[in-house]
């Protein structure tokens, strides 16, 4: 059984920054692709970051410049640096990791198609 755990999520103002982690257990994040989702009431759940097993990655528009992916094989250990931040970057924000979508299509990876999600961790940006 996989399990993910996020942690790092809190409050920050408009234009500060946060660095997610999502660690691993009973899974190898070096071993496939993995990605960090984010959902806010109301809206469905966005792609935000991911990245593949060769380390391609692929992000949202919306956070292109803002946010970035990373890993840590040797810790088992996935990041999420948000820089920027935005008031409408508040949302749960979730790791997730065992990849079943497209893979031939890269952009895939922001697709909700995996198997393995953590709990979440709550991102509140004030303006």
């Known amino acids: 059984q996989v399990h993910l755990v996020e942690s790092g999520g809190g409050s920050v103002e408009a234009g500060g920054s946060l660095r997610l982690s999502c660690a691993a257990s009973e899974y190898t994040f070096s071993s496939g692709s993995m990605a960090w989702f984010r959902q806010s009431p109301g809206n469905v759940r966005e792609g935000v970051a991911a990245m593949t097993y060769y380390g391609s990655t692929f992000y949202a528009d919306s956070v292109t410049g803002r946010f970035t992916i990373s890993k840590d094989n040797a810790q088992n250990l996935l990041y999420l640096q948000m820089n920027a931040l935005k008031p409408e970057d508040t949302a749960m924000y979730y790791c997730?990791?065992?990849?079943?979508?497209?893979?031939?299509?890269?952009?895939?990876?922001?697709?909700?198609?995996?198997?393995?999600w953590g709990q979440g961790t709550q991102v509140i940006v004030s303006s």
């Open positions: 997730a990791t065992g990849f079943r979508g497209d893979a031939a299509r890269g952009g895939a990876r922001l697709d909700p198609a995996y198997a393995y």
